[in-house]
Structure formats: structure tokens, C-alpha cells
């Protein structure tokens, strides 16, 4: 037995993972991580493996970065946590200065999360309390898309619309107003662009929120990708249009920038492609760089100020959380941002992007291959069983997994999502490890299709 083989055996017995049937888990040789560095992660057992989804798309720096190390054990020998109720630290300071610099015009506030979740659920509690301070209290209700993810706390499920995560839920989540979003690959005319599916959605869209006008609180949506949706490109103008209908209806944008923010499209800030600027925005993932637990909210200052009061019971907004603005968290997260301009992310992002562009007409060649989305350094390939006849992959056939479990034979971490195989690896990935990611993506994806037949 291994010195990995007896960790294995060790969490079987006592631990219960995340989104993980444990049946399965039983028989997975799943890898036991020792260390990192760069875009690498090292088992037990000395295997080296590229990580193809920045350990669940948050590791935008890679790991073991020395400046990243740095900030933490900077911060450590200071003082390791202090609340932010009644009390302030500078790390905590800088780091909203510093979102505030690269967010879009108009917002002048950051409150703090530990997670996407809890910052999507201070989100939904800031534009509900908004308007409830301002008098309208009708407006209750929120506007959020099919396919969308927010996280996995019961507001932000109520706003998630990728149904095998919620169904089961159901009975416990608030009612909300969903609307689709274009797959414009899916439209049964073809692939490529299908302006009518594009339309078609809008329209949808807008009626509802011309029906609801009095009651909406605001529109949720995640920029120009959904992503735990399945890697799903958003058709150009698409989020403009749906400024737009905020903006018509008097309605808040929120903007859930939790996976695709800070870098992964190219931008600091996702909202920027589609050239829009939301009323909330949330970050989190990149921003604690895989390092510590960290999200934001980013708020106007006319959303600030509908919350100013006479005394601590009037319109205050009542949340917070026992580790909101940890300094340790917030000293990495500045470090990160740091790190972003001095090593100049965003041009390598745009480099790759291009190298992942050239790599598409070698996958579609692949039978299965049914759609390769990708913006910036994040690409989703969807596999079909027959793509002529939209004959979609059975849930048994774990195409996804196993598709991942061969690329990890072979030196890479993948997770996919569904059918989808996806590529989020960290944003310092270099040319050559890039196409060392590519080559085992694909090579995988063969030897799956072969095994199915
Ligand atoms: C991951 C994700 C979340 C949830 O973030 P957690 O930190 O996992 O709670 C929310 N929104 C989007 C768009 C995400 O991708």
C-alpha cells in the first residue's frame, strides 16, 4: 500500500466531500495533494499533475506564488483577524480602494463576503432592502436566468436555474421570475450564431419584466458566460440589452462576476466586454486566489445612501459575517490585484486565448465534440453521443468523468461540469503548458469515445 493508498483510505472512512457521490468515491483513485507549484499540483505519491481548473477556477496565480506567500505571512505577523463591526483594518481599506479603481464607473462601495454565495445573498438583501427603504415595498422580486449558478446557499439556489443541482430543493427556495438565455449552438438551425434564439429570449425576457415592472427588485445574472451552467457564451449585445431593460424599468443590474471576474476574460472586470455597468457587482473566486476564502460586493453610492439613517436601527443593512473582512484574506486578495498588473495577466489571458482559438477546429474533429465554447482563458467542450441527431450522453455513461479520470492517468486535473469538459487553468498558464493542457484534453476525449464506441 502506498502512503497515498492509506490517506485514501483514511478519508473514505471519515469525510464527506462536496458535490461527490460517495459510492463512486469509494472505487476513485482519487489523488491526495501534497503540494503545489505554478500550474502544478503534486500528490502523495509524487505524481505531478497540470491544474487544468485552477482547483476550482481560483488559483488565478498559480500556487505556491512567493508575493502571495508573502502578503499572508506579512499580514500573520501582524495580527491574523479583527472584526469589521466597530472596528477597520487597512488591508481591508486598501483592497476596496483598489476594486473600486478597476470596477466599472458608478460603484463607490465594498462590503465583504467570505464566498460567492454569501456575497450573492447579500446582494439579493442589498436591492431588496433598497427599495423597501425607499418606500416601494412592492418590490420584492427577482428576475434570474435558466442555466444560471449563484451557489449553493438557499437564496442564491432560489436564483440558480441548472436543475440537477436544485431540483431536489425545490420545496425550500423562494419564488423567482427565470428567463432564458440563448444557446445559440443548440438552436436546431444550425450552429453557430441563431439570431432568432437570440430574439426570441430577449422578447421573453422583456415581457416578463414589463409584466413584473411594479414588483421587480432586480435582474441577476452572470456576465457574458454562465458558467457552472455549463461553459455558455452569452451572443454579443446580449448583456446590453439586458442593461438596457434595467435601465427602462427602473430595475437593479446585479452582476455575478464570481467566476468569470478578476482577469479571466481578459478584463479586470467581465462587465467591461459587454460594455455595461451594473448596479451590484459581485467577485469572489480569483479574488482570494486560491489562497483564502474572500468575495465582494460592490455597490453605488445611490444604493449606499438609501441605507443612511438616524440611529442603528434605522435602514441599517443588517448582515455580516464572523470572519467579513478577514486581514489575512484581504492581504492576499491586494497582493492579487498587485500581481495582475505587474505581471501583466490580462496580455498573457488575451495570448492564450488565441492559442485555445487554434486548438478548436482539431477538437471539432472529434465525433462527439458538439460545441467548443471558450472567452478569454476559459473554454467548455460539450460532448454529444451523436451530434447530427442531438442525442445527448446518458448520466450513466459519465462521459465527463470519465474524460477526467483519463486526463489525470495522463498529468492533468480536469473537473467537468455534465457532459461539458471544461479549461480553467490558472492565468499565468504558459504557452507550452497550455498546449500540454490541450494535447491531454484531447487526447482524453479520444480515448473516452473509443472506450464508448
Ligand atoms: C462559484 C460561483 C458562486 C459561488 O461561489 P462559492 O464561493 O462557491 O460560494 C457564485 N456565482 C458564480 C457565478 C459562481 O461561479
Given at each position: ?26 472505487r ?31 488559483s ?31 488591508p ?16 463607490t ?62 420545496p ?71 442593461e ?105 489571458v ?5 492559442q ?18 471558450r ?11 451523436d ?9 450513466d ?10 486526463a ?12 461539458a469538459?471544461?479549461?480553467m ?29
Amino acid at each position: 500500500m502506498s502512503l497515498q493508498d492509506e490517506w485514501r483510505k483514511r478519508d473514505r472512512k471519515v469525510l464527506w466531500h462536496p458535490f461527490t457521490q460517495h459510492r463512486l468515491w469509494e472505487r476513485e483513485e482519487f489523488p491526495v495533494i501534497e503540494h503545489g507549484q505554478g500550474v502544478y499540483l503534486y500528490d502523495l505519491d509524487g505524481n505531478k499533475y497540470l491544474d487544468g481548473i485552477s482547483s476550482l477556477w481560483v488559483s488565478a496565480h498559480g500556487h505556491n506564488h512567493p508575493v502571495l506567500n508573502r502578503a499572508i505571512a506579512d499580514q500573520l505577523s501582524r495580527v491574523a483577524h479583527s472584526t469589521f463591526l466597530g472596528l477597520s483594518h487597512q488591508p481591508g481599506i486598501e483592497l476596496a480602494e483598489e476594486l473600486l479603481k478597476i470596477a466599472p464607473q458608478g460603484l463607490t462601495r465594498v462590503f465583504y463576503a467570505e464566498n460567492g454565495a454569501s456575497a450573492v445573498e447579500i446582494a439579493l438583501k442589498m436591492a431588496f432592502q433598497y427599495w423597501q427603504n425607499r418606500g416601494e415595498k412592492k418590490r420584492k422580486k427577482f428576475i434570474c436566468f435558466s442555466n444560471g449558478y449563484h451557489g449553493d446557499t438557499i437564496g442564491a439556489m432560489s436564483l440558480g436555474g441548472v436543475e440537477l443541482f436544485n431540483q431536489v430543493y425545490q420545496p425550500l427556495l423562494f419564488e423567482v421570475l427565470r428567463a432564458p438565455l440563448p444557446r445559440c449552438y443548440k438552436c436546431p438551425k444550425g450552429r453557430g450564431d441563431c439570431e432568432e434564439d437570440k430574439w426570441q429570449c430577449l422578447a421573453k425576457l422583456k415581457t416578463l419584466a414589463e409584466e413584473h415592472s411594479q414588483e421587480l427588485a432586480g435582474i441577476i445574472i452572470e456576465p457574458m458566460v454562465q458558467a457552472a451552467g455549463g461553459m455558455i457564451v452569452q451572443p454579443k449585445g446580449y448583456l446590453k440589452a439586458v442593461e438596457m431593460l434595467c435601465r427602462q424599468h427602473k430595475i437593479l443590474f446585479i452582476a455575478d462576476e464570481v467566476a468569470v471576474g478578476l482577469g479571466r476574460l481578459g478584463k479586470n472586470i467581465a462587465c467591461e466586454l459587454g460594455f455595461v455597468q451594473p448596479d451590484l457587482l459581485v467577485l469572489g473566486k480569483a479574488l482570494g486566489a486560491g489562497y483564502l476564502p474572500i468575495a465582494a460586493v460592490l455597490a453605488t453610492e445611490e444604493i449606499f445612501s438609501a441605507f443612511l439613517g438616524r440611529h442603528h436601527q434605522d435602514q441599517t443593512f443588517f448582515h455580516g459575517h464572523t470572519y467579513t473582512a478577514n486581514p489575512l484574506a484581504c492581504s492576499v486578495a491586494l497582493a492579487g490585484l498587485e500581481l495582475m498588473k505587474k505581471e501583466k495577466r490580462l496580455e498573457n489571458v488575451n495570448a492564450r486565448a488565441r492559442q485555445i482559438e487554434q486548438w478548436i477546429p482539431k477538437f471539432n474533429q472529434l465525433p462527439s465534440v458538439f460545441h467548443f465554447s471558450r472567452l478569454g482563458l476559459l473554454a467548455g467542450i460539450e460532448l454529444m453521443k451523436d451530434r447530427e441527431k442531438y442525442e445527448e450522453f446518458m448520466p450513466d455513461e459519465m462521459v465527463g468523468f470519465q474524460v477526467a479520470r483519463s486526463a489525470r492517468k495522463r498529468g492533468a486535473i480536469l473537473r467537468p461540469l455534465g457532459n461539458a469538459i471544461v479549461l480553467m487553468p490558472p492565468l499565468t498558464i504558459s504557452e507550452k503548458e497550455l498546449d500540454l493542457l490541450l494535447r491531454i484534453t484531447w487526447e482524453s476525449i479520444q480515448e473516452v469515445l473509443e472506450e464508448l464506441g
